[in-house]
């Protein structure tokens, strides 16, 4: 592929990842544990102890990343690397830690973009009152923000606060630590959400009051929805979900309001949020600057089947287990997810559908007005090191018919100021261990051996390094 033209002057090149993905050192250091290091264990793949070793790696990590070329870095700050016991006294050898990670990407000119919530709730605040599912968890969240934006904010202006609430609200059983009683109550996904919508836009109004200069933002996992077909009602089925799924969110954080549609559908099946008199204004008082996007795959609904009308848990048709773009919800009488008969897969049934990113970007641009950065983006795959290399033609291919889409995007006017994809290093894989990986630079371990941990940049770190010299125009 070719782009032949450039991105903007001063548009954001680099990678991300995720603290419990790629840290390691999970008790290292007076760190406790978090949902994710609990969630983890007994999947048959591997654990978040070691993961990819960056906790101790970090410069390497770091000059890997300056030989590339970037120019910006997304990671995301451990809260029990900071607090512990998620509140209470900070730890002083997990704040060196992120002090050194921050300083050392400025030195070498990389600008730091955390993430401030992905996924990690400390398992002492899920025991103590089970985490996001007390509303309780919103000021010791907006406590653990603040005490980050204070501390960092003279170095970040560019803040995203919750990593992919949508994912979080759809699979709320694996991204949260929930006990047993809850697990019949989808109304409880609905109030965990709420309680992380007041966090986040809390959180939000103090960077704008804190941070000279700071903007607030989110890390949205995205997926447009299709249709299955022209029948009116599938397309009526695909408006229901762009509202659920999609708009839920983003009508909160950039409208300050719920989709009348969506909440009220919720409330004619008793899964609505309680709320407290004051809520809405909190939301509305702490709306978002700009929306990080994860991309990696679109949707396809129909309206469901009478006869199946029930509301059905989401679950994987292929991996037996959570394959997060495979996942075939039932919402009765709303729409139904399915497979889409007219799109590729990748080996774990997520779509490969790069026109998704150009519709997607123009979908949001038009509707909120508002900058963007493709905080996510990439191709799981089941790489094989030979001699030394990784020949990962396929990611290559991935990741450029993606930049031209985001171009042809820029082109058509929407704005859009970075490209950050998933992953710098091989991290932990949410759903499949280190079977399915997504660096620019290969992890030597697998689920059982460890190894070496050795950094091996693939075949796809040396195109991305032309790509960036460039500023896209190779791609
Ligand atoms: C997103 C997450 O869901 O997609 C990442 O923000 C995750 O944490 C990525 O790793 C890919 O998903 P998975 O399940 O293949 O790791």
């Not at 592929?1 to 001063?10: C, Q, V």
């Not at 906790?55 to 120019?71: P, Q, S």
């Not at 006869?307 to 997060?324: F, I, P, Q």
Request: with cysteine.
């Amino acid at each position: 592929g070719n782009i032949r033209k450039e991105m903007p002057k001063g548009f954001l090149w680099g990678a991300s990842t995720s603290a419990y993905q790629v840290e390691g050192a999970a008790e290292e250091d007076g760190k406790k544990l978090s949902q994710m290091d609990v969630l983890n264990r007994g999947t048959g793949f591997a654990d978040a102890s070691v993961a990819s070793d960056h906790y101790h790696r970090y410069k390497e990590d770091i000059a890997l990343m300056k030989e590339c070329g970037f120019t910006a870095y997304r990671f995301s700050f451990s809260w029990s690397r900071i607090f512990p016991d998620g509140v209470g006294e900070a730890n002083p050898k997990g704040l060196e830690f992120y002090d050194n990670l921050v300083d050392e990407l400025v030195k070498n000119g990389i600008r730091p973009v955390p993430t401030i919530y992905h996924y990690d709730m400390p398992m002492a605040l899920v025991e103590k009152y089970d985490g996001w599912v007390s509303r309780q968890s919103v000021d010791d969240f907006v406590a653990y923000g603040e005490f980050l934006i204070r501390r960092y904010g003279d170095r970040i202006k560019d803040w995203l606060i919750i990593n992919e609430q949508s994912i979080i609200v759809e699979f709320w059983k694996k991204k949260n630590y929930v006990p047993e009683k809850y697990h019949g109550d989808p109304q409880v996904k609905f109030q965990i959400n709420h309680h992380m919508n007041l966090g986040q836009a809390k959180l939000s109004k103090r960077i704008h009051e804190l941070v000279e200069g700071g903007r607030s933002g989110a890390a949205i996992g995205y997926s447009p929805v299709y249709g299955l077909d022209s029948t009116p009602k599938n397309m009526l089925a695909m408006l229901n979900a762009e509202d659920l799924k999609n708009h839920f969110f983003l009508d909160i954080y950039f409208k300050g309001k719920y989709p009348a549609g969506a909440f009220r559908y919720l409330e004619e099946h008793g899964m609505a949020p309680v709320m407290e008199a004051g809520d809405m204004d909190i939301i509305r008082e702490g709306k978002l600057d700009f929306l990080g996007v994860n991309y990696y795959a679109s949707k396809c609904v129909r309206f469901p089947d009478a006869d199946k009308n029930e509301l059905t848990e989401a679950k994987s048709n292929l991996s037996g287990r959570k394959g997060a773009m495979g996942a075939y919800e039932v919402m009765p009488d709303f729409y139904q997810y399915m497979k889409n008969p007219n799109a590729d897969t990748n080996d774990w049934d997520w779509t490969i559908d790069p026109t998704g990113m150009q519709y997607l970007l123009r979908d949001i641009y038009e509707r909120y007005e508002i900058p963007m950065i493709i905080t996510e983006n990439g191709l799981g795959a089941r790489d094989v090191l030979e001699d030394g290399k990784v020949h990962d033609d396929y990611r290559i291919d991935y990741w450029s018919r993606h930049l031209q889409a985001i171009h042809r995007a820029i082109e058509l006017g929407v704005d859009v100021r970075g490209f950050l994809p998933w992953s710098f290093v091989d991290v932990l894989s949410t759903s499949n261990g280190y079977q399915k990986r997504y660096g620019l630079v290969y992890v030597n371990r697998d689920d059982e051996d460890i190894k070496d941990l050795a950094r091996i940049p693939k075949d796809s770190f040396y195109w991305y390094q032309k790509v960036i010299a460039t500023n896209g125009a190779h791609c």
